[in-house]
């Protein structure tokens, strides 16, 4: 299993859009993006299955933000749209190892990449 590394963040202005990618091979459970601004918790924005399946999202991000993943790449994307302030945070890849937990549950996670953040400007 290769370290998970996030890119794509930067700086956009409201309303505009950005695409992070992951890279995370050789994952063969859980996998997505979560999000954290200093001083907050930690929370689940978007996980998938690598054999596919419907993407889980966060209700405020559901419509918005859209989930995909390359599997002979190893790659997973979130394609972010319709950007507002609130969603300025520093976005982070994460795998699961464990088995069971929830589909957007910081806690049930187990490897993560550093980070990479996302500044939406009003």
């Known amino acids: 299993q290769e370290p998970l590394v996030e890119s794509g963040g930067g700086s956009v202005q409201a309303g505009g859009s950005l695409r992070l990618s992951c890279a995370a091979s050789?994952?063969?459970?859980?996998k997505g993006w979560f999000r954290q601004v200093p001083g907050k918790e930690r929370e689940g924005v978007a996980t998938?299955?690598?054999?596919?399946?419907?993407?889980y999202y966060a209700a405020s991000v559901n419509g918005r933000f859209k989930l995909s993943q390359d599997n002979t790449k190893g790659t997973l994307y979130l394609e972010m749209n319709n950007l507002k302030p609130e969603d300025t945070s520093i976005y982070y890849c994460?795998?699961?190892?464990?088995?069971?937990?929830?589909?957007?549950?910081?806690?049930?996670?187990?490897?993560w990449g550093q980070g990479t953040q996302v500044t939406v400007s009003s």
């Open positions: 050789g994952y063969s459970n859980l």
């Open positions: 994460a795998a699961r190892q464990r088995s069971g937990g929830r589909p957007l549950s910081p806690r049930d996670f187990d490897v």
């Open positions: 998938v299955y690598p054999d596919g399946g419907d993407p």
